[in-house]
Every structure is written in C-alpha cells, then in structure tokens.
C-alpha cells in the first residue's frame, strides 16, 4: 500500500511518540544500599569523594538558608538517574557535570536524571541549588536551633535534612564548607580554617577537612561564639568554640581537654585527625554528639551542679573516644554501631575508675551492674551486633542500652578471655589498620582472633548474636536478670 507524504508523516510520528513512551524511565523511587536496619538509606551506583557546602545564613534561625552543595563521586556502574539523600529543604536547580539536570521527589530521596545516561567508572560533579530548612522537631536531628543560631546534630540520618548527600557511614568523603553570616557572628565546621572573607555586612568563613568523614559527623555552628585556642598532645591545634558570654564560667572545662587527649593517646596511639575541640551549645538535645574533630555539647552539662566532676569528665572522653571509634573507624553497616558506642563506653568507664575517686565507680563494678541487666537489655533492644530496628520516625531510638554498657561488657569479656595485653594490642591495632576507613563485626573478629591466636568464633557468637547473655569469664557467680535498667542514655 502507497501511503501519501502527509499520512506517511503522521504514521512517522506516531511511531516515534510510541518508542519514546516504550523507552522512558519508570517513575523515581526511593533507593538505598541495603543496610539491615535502614535499607532506603545510601543510594546505589556511586562513590563520593568530596563535598563542598556553601551555606548563607540571614540571621534567622527560623528561616531557611540558601544554600549550594556540590557533590564530586565517581560511578560504581551505569547511571540513568542519581538518587540523593534530602528533605527538609526545597530545590530550585540541579547540574549534573555542568549540564541541567531534570529532578524530582520520591519520599525522602532527590532524584536527578542527567541529559545522559552516567557511564561506570566516570568522575561525576552534582550541583544542587537548594535551601537547608531549620524548622521542624528536634528530635529528627540535623539544624539544632540554639538560644543564638544553629548548629547540627546528623546522627544517624539527619544529614538528609540538611544538604543532599549519600547520607550513610560506608561513604565517607572529603568537607569543605563555605558559611556567610551577618558580620557580628562567629561561623565553624569540621577540620581547619581555610579563609575567612569579610563583605560588608556578612562574612564568609571557610574550613576543610583532612580526613575523610561520614555525612552524619558535619558539624556547623554559627552563632555569637568565642574561639579558644590552646594546644594539645605533640602541638595538635585544639579549638573550643562556646557562647561568648559563657567563656568564664566553662573554661575550668576546657582546659581538661588536652590532658584527655593524652589519657587516650596512651591507650590507643595518636589523635586520628588535624584539630580537636568542644562546641558548647545553648540549645536542649538531651545527648551529646562526637561530630567530627569538634565534638557537641549541651550548656547543661557543664552549668548544672547535679552533675558531678567526674561525671561530666568521663562523658567528655566518652565523646572524645569516639574520634578513634566511629569517626575514624566508621562502621559499615548500622548493626555495627555497638564496636562506637560499646568502645566510647568502655574509656569513658575506664577514666572514670582512675580519676572519679569515687567508691563503687571501678571498671568491673560497672560491668557487673551491667551484667545484672544485660538479659532485658537484649529482650528489649536486641543482642549487641544484631540490634532490633529503632522505632518508626525516631531512629535515634536505636541508641539503646544495649549498644553501650551492653557492648562495652562484651569488651569485658573479650579481655576476660584473651587477657589485657592482646586485648591492648587489639585496640591499637584496630583503629591503626582501619584508620579513616569503614569496617565490621566481622572485621573486629578476624583481628581478635590474629592477635590473640585463638579460635574465637564461639565467644563472638554469643557474645554479640544470642539472645540471652553468656556466662562472664572469670566471674561465675554474675547473673542476669529482667529488671528494669535505671541507666539509660
């Protein structure tokens, strides 16, 4: 059959409408990379390797910040779309290696398709014009607005509602932050001072990272703060940044900070990062936060008399101990939180024992009244290395007893067991070969049982999987029992 050129036009473009509907993209979805206890968190496809956040803040700390954060990764396979991690803030623009990009929501993902499809193994710069929203509940983490302005508090997965990112601990990369404020007030982020550019009314202070970091540990603080310096351990650079007005009355703190740096130096070797510090913030959290190289504080802790000195000290090396464990040493996947939080815990007790002067505050004290509650621990929160999955909508719930006194009684046992100087050699040895990268449980056995040249696979599994709480060795007259914990953080 002979068609005529207009009808033959017509049958052409109905054909073509037909294969460009048969080869469109299915609708976005939120992805993740699988992580047991929270599988939409992550993305698949790409690896980050560093981010560069500009921040402008008006003066408000109600009012959304205008923001851009750009994004360098390399692809792990072929990309017909990049999902991000963000919500809690609204985009205006995407590029994707200088090219708009379309883009779009799928619950708490930002879904951008590029001109192009991403070939595997190819540098990738995503750039996001977007605003940071600090309004919403506390309790979701990420903007803390304090009695002066913000800083953030990410853990576990608040970075999303801060800036797009791939918002999980196994992909940590490289910060740079760019924050403009009105000039009378006082910007800091993670690692080190880069520039500091006066413009007027405003100014735009620069900080960078040396190390590798997880989304979760960003810190930025803006706010009418002063900046101590003094110096720690082999002239590492510490800073505290606290509210200006305060600076009397907390400085009897602060100035403990180097001396606990080299209480924990002599334990497990050399500080992991460029600068250390305290940011005190004037603000009700209701926990404090090791985010990277400037640890976060409530006021509170240090203004309230019901606390005791070595109280206060031992939480300060809790945060402190974290640098090593959990920010250095990044755990791969969630269940893994216990090898932080069971550690933190762990020198925090131990520095506690020699310094408190208190009676019933030794190291094996605590493990025995741990002991005593560990069995409703597991029934309530699972075993260490198998945590239940937190909550809905609180996931800061998963920080339960059992990944701290719980974990930390597991190291117990383990130096029960092995005995103290494998179990010292283990510490060090841990937090040296795995030094600003990510590892698992598995990664602890394996080197626990290297060190200790022992067949510990037995101890491990009841020790972090069972349900109820094996024997302790060397004190057999321990029991557990089901009563409720009085110690809960």
């Keep these: 059959m002979l068609l005529t050129s207009r009808r033959l036009r017509a049958a052409l473009l109905a054909t073509s409408a037909a294969t460009l ?56 396979e072929r990309l017909d779309r990049i999902n991000l991690d963000f919500t809690n803030g609204t985009v205006s623009s995407v590029e994707v290696n200088g090219r708009p990009a379309e883009f779009s929501k799928a619950g708490e993902d930002l879904v951008v398709e590029p001109e192009t499809t991403v070939a595997r193994n190819t540098r990738l710069r995503i750039t996001v014009h977007h605003t940071s929203d600090p309004s919403g509940s506390a309790d979701a983490g990420g903007w803390v607005r304090t009695a002066d302005g913000l800083a953030m508090a990410n853990q576990a997965d608040a970075a999303r509602r801060v800036f797009p990112s791939n918002d999980h601990p196994a992909d940590k990369a490289y910060f740079t932050f ?82 606990h740096l080299e209480w924990m130096e002599k334990r497990v070797g ?45 939480i300060m090396v809790h945060e402190l101990a974290h640098q090593w464990f959990g920010n250095s040493v990044s755990p791969r996947t969630w269940s893994d939180l216990w090898l932080n939080e069971g550690h933190a815990t762990w020198y925090e007790a131990m520095y506690a024992e020699e310094t408190s002067g208190q009676p019933g505050r030794s190291l094996q004290e605590r493990m025995h009244e741990a002991y005593t509650y560990s069995d409703q621990w597991r029934a309530d929160g699972g075993p260490p290395a198998a945590p239940k999955p937190p909550s809905p909508g609180q996931k800061i719930s998963l920080f339960r007893p059992v990944v701290y006194d719980g974990s930390a009684l597991v190291l117990y046992a383990l130096r029960q067991t092995i005995g103290t100087s494998a179990f010292e050699q283990l510490e060090r040895a841990w937090v040296r070969e795995y030094r600003d990268g990510t590892a698992t449980t598995a990664d602890f056995i394996a080197l626990a049982t290297r060190i200790s040249g022992r067949d510990l696979s037995k101890f491990f599994q009841e020790w972090l999987y069972a349900k109820r709480t094996p024997a302790m060795p060397g004190h057999a007259d321990w029991r557990s029992t089901a009563a409720t914990t009085p110690r809960t953080r």
């Design 270 to 314: 050399r500080y992991p990062f460029e600068t250390y510090g305290v940011l005190i913030a004037d603000a009700t959290t209701g926990y404090e936060l090791e985010t990277q190289t400037l640890s976060l504080f409530e006021r509170s802790l240090f203004t309230n008399s019901a606390f005791p000195e070595w109280y206060v000290d031992s």
């Design 178 to 259: 760019r924050i403009t404020a009105p000039k009378e007030l006082t910007a800091v982020a993670n690692g080190l001072p880069t520039a500091r550019t006066a413009n007027g009314d405003t100014t735009t202070w620069a900080y960078r990272t040396k190390h590798p970091m997880a989304t979760e540990l960003a810190q930025v603080s803006i706010g009418r703060s002063a900046v101590l310096a003094r110096t720690g351990p082999g002239g590492l650079p510490v800073r505290d940044v606290i509210p200006a007005a305060d600076r009397k009355t907390l400085e009897p703190w602060l100035k403990r900070t180097p001396a």
């Design 21 to 76: 509907v048969a080869a469109a993209l299915p609708p976005p979805v939120p992805l993740g990379i699988g992580d047991p206890l929270f599988p939409h968190l992550g993305n698949p496809g790409y690896d980050v390797t560093a981010y560069d956040i500009a921040l402008t803040y008006s003066g408000s700390n109600t009012k959304p910040l205008d923001a851009v954060t750009k994004i360098d990764a390399q692809t792990t």
